[in-house]
């Protein structure tokens, strides 16, 4: 390779890690608390059971058909209450602990929330957790699901006075959807990771998760949605990670180098 090759890999990856530096600058996590689902307030149902029977530390709502499961429990019933189960094999999530599940038929479907505190006016936040989904046993069609996700301090509704319900959101509101999943009839679609940016606009606002499926259509077949692990330590590698591999990389090629042209000038 030519000095000019080395001189323009070398500027290329360095172009690439500092990107990466940058992007992982930018943006703090979200401060979320109980992240995998796994503190209740004593007194209450273990998994897996409904969400208000279980009573997660931190989040409210959750008042539809909303579940917290225990892992290895998403094909099985539970309660009290209907904790229904999902088609399998149904794979426990990536980071562990317990997870949501979730009816995306909005006539069933509420959200979950959490207040979150402590946020700095300006700054830009990722959020990132795992989603996947299923259909309940008993049921056939092919289905799509994803999660509704809001941020602020204002409010949003679900209307149904058309064929297809939507998301009406008031005041400050800030709504991402994530990417739609197809789960084929009786089947499941796999764990992926889902990360997104808000930027904070008062010191307090407040995050929600609302299940989403079939476009919001109301026959029941009915889709069910997954989540778990919100910003929660995941099997890709943060930016900062990915620029000291760069970097890394960069550097090993650079001392090959020096080694190639040292053994070269020996020889000659």
Known sequence: MKNSDYTKLAAGLAAVGMSLVASGAWADVMPV???????????NFPPKTLFTNAVPVGWTGGTGLISIDAPGTATVPGGP???????????????????????????FATSFNQVINGLTVGTDYTLSFWQAAGQQQGFTGDTTEQWKVFF????????CSQPLCTVDTTGDMTE?????????????????????????????????????????????????VFLAGVN????VPEPSTWAMMVLGFLGMAFVGRRQLKKRAAVTA
Request: hydrophobic letters at 30%; glycine letters at 12%.
């Open 33 to 43: 608390q109980n992240l995998t689902f796994t503190q209740f307030v004593p007194g």
């Open 81 to 107: 209450g209907n904790a229904y189960p999902v088609y399998g094999p149904f794979s426990d999530p990536p980071p562990g602990g317990n997870f949501i599940q979730a009816d995306g038929n909005p006539t």
């Open 152 to 159: 602020g301090t204002g409010t949003f509704s679900v209307d």
């Open 176 to 224: 991402h959807d994530t990417a739609v999943m197809d789960t084929p009839s009786g089947g499941t679609h796999p764990w992926n990771l889902v990360s997104m940016n808000f930027v904070a606009d008062a010191s307090s606002e407040t995050l929600s998760f609302l299940a989403w499926g079939n476009n919001g259509a109301t026959f029941n077949e009915p889709p069910t």
């Open 232 to 235: 929660s330590p995941s099997l």
